[in-house]
Each structure stands twice: as C-alpha cells, then as structure tokens.
C-alpha cells in the first residue's frame, strides 16, 4: 500500500506541473494570485439533532439528541503566480445521547437499545499544496486544485447501560491520508473570497485500538481508496488574501 501511495503522489504532482506548463505555454498568461501573497482563512460548522418518537427504517421509537462541531483554519504562501503552499488544522467534536430506541427486524426479532452515549473528538494538520486556474478575463473567479497529504487521530468512548449494567468502550485512531480536492473562489472585494471544495480522490491509512470495560483490547487496521466524487466532504470557507 505504501507504494500505492507514492505513486499516486508522484502521477499527480507530474500531473500538476503538466497542466501548469501546459497552461503557461498555450495560453496567455493570467494572474490570479500574485507570487507574494498570504492566504489564510477557515471553515466552521455546526449542528445539531433532536430525535423524540422518530422513527426511521427498522429504528422505531428514537429519543436521542446531539451535535457536532467542525473547525479548520488555512494559511498558505503564494510561491509562484497561481501556485501556492501552506498548512491546514482540522478540530471536530461529536455528541450523541440516545435514551430509547427499538430496533425492529421483523415481528419476531425486535430489540431495545438505550442508554448508549457517545463521544468522540478529532484532530490533524495537513500540508497543501493549490495550483490556480482563473475563468476568462475574470478577476474574481477560479477554480483550483488542492492536494492534501494529513495526518491525524481521534479519541472515543462509548457507554452503554446503568449502574451495575453499564459497560464502556475507550478507542484511539491514528490516520495517514493523501488527496486531491479541487474547488471554486469567488472574491467578494479585493480580500475576501468564498471557497467551495469538493474531494474526488483518497487514499486513507489507518489504525484503531479500543480498550472494553477497562479489561478487553483489540486493534483494527484499515485501507481505503475513493476515485469518484465525495458528496460527503463538501466544504465551505471563507479566504483572506492579504
């Protein structure tokens, strides 16, 4: 896997380099972002759920409640014109608190889960590199591509249950990661700029070690690659150039 990996970060930096001497070559040159110029920025998000009585596919009856949060600030440095390299700090924090859910199969496998709490929170820093492609004569819109190389982790634990009932479980995460992201900028004056972003390729490292109750442990490793269009990491942000 490791190889996987270098060698799709090679095809895409020559892939990068490629189009940007491509671009320079055959088409008139265009600046969008000065060689020079500091970009920093960051994205936030919030959410959160209320479920009382809700039912859902074979969840019936769901009393739960909860939320999440998501913060990333962006620096970068324009080292050439339309070229750019700088560093991205992800946070999140996860709730979840369900007190009563049935969950139905059938008519004669039917089971109550409730008491379950869990929270989780997650953490990673990322090198970026972004390469510029302004649309037309304009001054205010491009497109971009970002590659991402991120490494992370993330804390959990789960309870379930009552007094002498309850049980628990503690898990630490650690994850290597490498992606191209591409997006959109829009400048709504002369510093400010909404960014939309949106994954299409990853290829994710990871390892998980839980401890149960205090006395069992187990570790799971995992690999994963997406090639297609990620709906699920949709971002949105906003962008100082200075």
Same mark, same amino acid.
């Given at each position: 896997?490791k190889?996987?990996?270098?060698?799709?970060?090679?095809?895409?930096?020559?892939?990068?380099g490629y189009?940007?001497?491509f671009?320079?070559?055959?088409?008139?040159?265009?600046?969008?972002?000065?060689?020079?110029?500091?970009?920093t920025? =960051?994205?936030v998000?919030?959410?959160?759920?209320?479920e +009382? #009585?809700?039912?859902?596919?074979?969840f019936?009856?769901?009393?739960?409640?909860?939320?999440?949060?998501?913060?990333?600030?962006?620096?970068?440095?324009?080292?050439k014109?339309?070229?750019a390299i700088?560093?991205?700090?992800? @946070?999140?924090?996860?709730?979840?608190?369900?007190?009563e859910?049935?969950?139905?199969?059938d008519?004669?496998?039917?089971f109550?889960? +409730?008491?379950?709490?869990?929270?989780?929170?997650? @953490?990673?820093?990322?090198?970026?590199?972004?390469?510029?492609i302004?649309?037309?004569?304009? $001054?205010?819109?491009?497109?971009?591509?970002?590659?991402?190389?991120?490494?992370?982790?993330?804390?959990?634990?789960?309870? +379930?249950?009552?007094g002498?009932?309850?049980?628990?479980?503690y898990?630490?995460?650690?994850d290597?990661?490498?992606g191209?992201t591409?997006?959109?900028v829009a400048?709504?004056? #002369?510093?400010?700029?909404?960014?939309? =972003?949106i994954?299409?390729?990853?290829?994710?490292l990871?390892?998980? $070690?839980?401890?149960?109750?205090?006395v069992?442990?187990?570790?799971?490793?995992?690999?994963?690659?997406n090639? $297609?269009?990620?709906?699920?990491?949709?971002?949105?942000?906003?962008?100082?150039y200075l």
């Open positions: 896997m190889k996987l990996l270098f060698i799709l970060c090679l095809a895409c930096t020559v892939m990068v189009a940007q001497d671009h320079q070559k055959k088409l008139p040159p265009k600046v969008f972002v000065p060689k020079g110029q500091w970009i920025g =960051s994205s998000s919030y959410s959160e759920h209320t +009382n #009585n809700y039912d859902l596919l074979i019936e009856n769901i009393n739960a409640d909860g939320y999440t949060f998501k913060v990333s600030p962006m620096f970068a440095y324009a080292l014109d339309n070229m700088g560093g991205r700090f992800k @946070y999140g924090r996860t709730l979840v608190r369900m007190d859910t049935q969950l139905n199969l008519d004669e496998n039917q109550d889960v +409730n008491n379950i709490y869990q929270l989780k929170h997650s @953490y990673s820093a990322m090198a970026i590199f972004r390469n510029y302004p649309l037309g004569e304009s $001054k205010r819109f491009a497109i971009f591509s970002e590659t991402q190389l991120e490494i992370g982790g993330s804390q959990s634990k789960v309870a +379930n249950g009552r002498e009932a309850l049980t628990g479980t898990s630490e995460s650690t290597l990661s490498f191209v591409p997006g959109m400048f709504i004056n #002369n510093y400010t700029a909404v960014e939309v =972003s994954g299409v390729l990853g290829v994710n990871g390892k998980t $070690k839980q401890v149960t109750n205090q069992e442990t187990g570790t799971v490793s995992s690999t994963t690659a090639f $297609k269009i990620n709906l699920f990491s949709i971002g949105l942000g906003i962008a100082f």
